[in-house]
């Protein structure tokens, strides 16, 4: 019987493996039979191999994706934060932002310290759930101290203190005072920081508000704080040098062994006398100590017994020395009044005072420079101002003329140890300061040359 087939005219191999599957290899030569039936087995071959191999690989897929499943992606918990205004404390923080008061409590709780005596200024983050519940807290006093609070599973909170250390740079700089020691000291990029450690450093020895004149000058090596190559603020005076009317006054910072520091003179006695100078920073003097001066409400001849400084309306009053408050209230024409007693000798009375500090209160321990009260006009006074009194003995002393008793000097094991480092800081700031002169010296031969 004979089979007609329509193929493609170029399918040749078509046309055999048709013929074939039909039955007629007889009417192809047998050389053309043998190589077509060799293709045949190779492309049998080559099929059977790339399915074994997506075989293998779908069972690798199956098998990997059956081992892993996949888990969902949990994202962090956002930070917000907040700066700590006048008055805050946490319990108000957590109140404005809704967070959990329990959580407060908690934290409070586990507060180690006083760390949470919360500072105007200070910067604090929190973490929080959907439930408000706070998982960390954490609380920036400076750029180099955090503490930090973070939730357990039981509700409490563990602390831990992230501290990180600066890098310190000493850095010299020096002024000529030809208007006020804030004013030229800032024209040469001291920070105003280091300016008010400075005059507090020198208020033993000199009165800002009245011994300056045009011509003083200061020269100091101070500390720039660098964190991970950012400038975050400053440290310690290391050394300072004053020449007030002549006179040259040097301070040293100096550490013992068991990491105290204090300012000392290069003969070994301390910076800080038992009294400072002067109650108020940078303020006038509007009347001395003269026992024959005519009052001015009362308009008749009263010993005034003490300094006036008139400044503003609440500038701040600091107490000359440590010791006990003994009084504080109204005094008659004193007005608001704190007297406060140091030792057995010696007492000091500050007058006229708009409000008081909350630390001045009678039976109180003061410290040095500490704040007891704010400049007013209550009592007998004609204008805003402060009436300060020192007495020795009940006596009282002209506080402008009086020479100040010297506090402690550096203690007999340290003295030598002192004397070397000592030596060593002053050589440190002459050098400093002879490469100043030699650069302004080539700046004005620079100059010089330039103009001719």
């Known amino acids: 019987m004979l089979y007609t087939v329509h193929l493609r005219k170029d399918s040749y191999l078509g046309t055999i ?3 074939a599957v039909l039955g007629q290899w007889r009417y192809f030569p047998k050389t053309h039979i043998a190589a077509i039936s060799f293709l045949i087995i190779i492309i049998i071959i080559a099929f059977g191999k790339q399915s074994t191999t997506q075989q293998k690989r779908e069972v690798q897929t199956l098998t990997v994706n059956s081992a892993i499943p996949e888990l969902p992606i949990e994202k962090p918990e956002p930070w917000q934060q907040t700066e700590l205004k006048p008055g805050d404390n946490l319990s108000r923080i957590f109140t404005r932002y809704s967070l959990s008061a329990a959580d407060a409590l908690a934290i409070a709780s586990s507060d180690p310290k006083r760390v949470l005596n919360l500072q105007p200024g200070q910067i604090i983050k929190w973490q929080s759930s959907d439930s408000n519940n706070v998982t960390r807290l954490r609380i920036e006093t400076s750029p180099l101290i955090a503490h930090v609070f973070e939730r357990d599973i039981d509700g409490s909170y563990e602390y831990r203190l992230d501290e990180k250390v600066a890098d310190r740079r000493p850095k010299f700089a020096h002024a000529t005072i030809n208007s006020s020691l804030f004013l030229d000291g800032a024209k040469q990029d001291i920070p105003q920081s280091t300016l008010i450690e400075l005059a507090g450093l020198f208020g033993w020895d000199i009165d800002f508000a009245l011994d300056i004149r045009q011509g003083d000058e200061f020269s100091l090596i101070y500390e720039e704080l660098y964190l991970e190559g950012e400038r975050i603020g400053f440290g310690n005076i290391l050394i300072a040098q004053f020449i ?27 910076m800080r006398k038992e009294f400072l100078r002067n109650p108020i920073d940078f303020a006038r003097i509007s009347s001395r100590f003269n026992l024959k001066r005519k009052h001015p409400v009362l308009n008749k001849f009263r010993a005034h017994r003490g300094t006036d400084y008139a400044a503003p309306t609440g500038t701040p009053i600091k107490s000359t020395g440590d010791g006990k408050v003994i009084f504080a209230g109204r005094k008659g024409g004193f007005g608001n009044c704190v007297i406060i007693q140091h030792g057995s000798r010696y007492q000091t009375l500050y007058a006229h005072l708009s409000k008081f500090n909350r630390s001045a209160r009678k039976g109180r321990r003061i410290k040095q420079g500490q704040v007891i009260g704010y400049v007013g006009s209550t009592g007998l006074a004609t204008g805003p101002h402060l009436h300060f009194e020192f007495r020795v003995d009940g006596v009282h002393r002209d506080s402008l003329r009086i020479k100040l008793p010297k506090s402690r000097s550096i203690s007999k094991d340290q003295r030598s140890a002192y004397k070397a480092e000592a030596e060593r800081m002053i050589e440190w700031l002459e050098s400093q300061k ?11 031969s620079s100059v010089s040359t330039t103009n001719l």
């Open 434 to 444: 002879a490469e100043q002169v030699s650069r302004s010296s080539l700046e004005l």
């Open 17 to 19: 493996i048709t013929m």
């Open 244 to 270: 007030n009317r002549g006179d040259e006054i040097t301070a040293i910072r100096y550490e013992d062994g068991n990491g105290d520091a204090q300012y000392y003179d290069p003969s070994g006695h301390s």
